[in-house]
């Protein structure tokens, strides 16, 4: 290994904490530290320190508490977002409906995530679920551009014809086979289904608001925790128009609504006679997520066979990949989110490079590829 500052920089993401809890600092820093390739650069209890630290530290990664005396985390995040745009910012939420409507609200404005604040009925030791998930999260947003900014964005046509894309912004060479669709399903879908994790909910926001009037039901599995997917169906009304619900066991689908899976609970369906009903699954996580995007998709097909249309967004891990290989194999489409526009090209990634996807586009295309697509 080399000993430039350049070389030492790129084996680490460092990480700013802010809380006004000195114990939750703590939590952090020591799960944090116990892995080399992570790096604390600073440490510091509330909004204007952390907009102080961000200027002057230029972190990879900021971990934002919500509530904190002097300036709170939503009042500080356009500042620290403003002095280090690069810095990617994970909220620190407790499990409330106060803190995940200041959450939803902190990613309209820029945050890319939300973790849960630690506790001493959450197991945060060694090999824990908490421990897992922060790591993966943190090393996977290390390498980002900015998503709102004016980096050259791929067309459609280009995402269209070729094999191989280069990022603009980074410069990385991204290879996918888009998929022959001489077999797809041609017709008009049945029923949207939408996958998303890191960064979805800006992405959903996106791209239902193209869907509004569809005589279709629209399900969306969105990787968040319980009280947070209420809140973020809420937002979806607001945002797009469209009546959109979290999913209750025995909702009946209609026809120009939105369906959105709860935190904790898998979204399956069962048909009766001609209606489709959702039915609230407790199983095992899958891709150690719960609610997860593979077993909706599974259920689905079991339905509605091809007629469904899948659109996979930003998102960490593969969750979905399973799901749509089986939608494809029965004539289905799937369409995927590219990797510039991506907060994470996980999810997305996973479909476009397994040679699933029927088209791979930039954020702002997507919705009106599947508006013509679904009429």
């Not at 669709?181 to 049945?190: F, I, L, M, N």
């Not at 945002?239 to 904790?264: C, H, N, W």
């Not at 199983?283 to 066979?305: H, Q, T, W």
């Not at 996973?350 to 586009?361: F, I, M, Q, R």
């Amino acid at each position: 290994m080399g000993s430039t500052t350049e070389q030492v920089s790129a084996d680490f993401v460092s990480v700013v904490l802010v809380d006004d809890s000195s114990a939750i600092r703590g939590i952090l820093r020591r799960i944090l530290e116990s892995d080399p390739q992570i790096k604390i650069i600073a440490s510091v209890s509330n909004g204007e320190m952390a907009v102080a630290a961000a200027q002057s530290k230029k972190p990879d990664i900021m971990i934002l508490d919500v509530e904190m005396p002097i300036m709170d985390g939503l009042s500080a995040l356009p500042d620290i977002l403003k002095a280090s745009p690069d810095t990617k910012v994970i909220m620190c939420s407790s499990l409330t409906e106060k803190g995940a409507s200041v959450t939803l609200k902190a990613m309209e404005l820029g945050a890319v995530e939300t973790i849960v604040k630690p506790s001493s009925a959450l197991d945060t030791g060694p090999d824990s679920a908490f421990q897992k998930n922060l790591f993966t999260l943190i090393k996977s947003l290390k390498t980002l551009r900015p998503v709102q900014g004016k980096a050259p964005a791929e067309t459609a046509a280009a995402s269209l014809a070729g094999v191989q894309k280069k990022d603009l912004v980074a410069g990385e060479v991204v290879s996918f086979q888009l998929r022959n669709d001489s077999t797809a399903y041609k017709g008009k879908p049945r029923i949207i289904a939408i996958g998303s994790s890191t960064g979805g909910p800006q992405a959903l926001f996106q791209v239902i608001r193209h869907l509004k009037g569809l005589d279709m039901p629209i399900v969306v599995t969105q990787h968040m925790p319980e009280t947070f997917t209420k809140t973020l169906t809420e937002h979806i009304q607001i945002q797009t128009g469209i009546p959109s619900f979290e999913a209750l066991d025995e909702m009946v689908l209609e026809k120009g609504k939105v369906y959105v899976a709860r935190g904790g609970r898998h979204m399956l369906f069962e048909q009766r006679d001609a209606l489709t009903v959702i039915r609230l699954g407790d199983g095992p996580s899958e891709n150690f997520c719960k609610p997860a995007v593979d077993p909706m998709l599974r259920s689905l097909i079991g339905i509605y066979g091809p007629k469904i249309l899948c659109v996979i967004l930003t998102g960490m891990g593969q969750d979905g990949l399973q799901g749509a290989r089986m939608l494809v194999e029965k004539g289905g489409r799937v369409v995927a989110q590219d990797k510039q526009t991506s907060v994470v090209w996980g999810m997305p990634g996973a479909v476009a490079t397994n040679g699933l996807c029927s088209a791979v586009l930039p954020l702002s295309e997507i919705g009106p590829w599947v508006r013509t697509a679904a009429t």
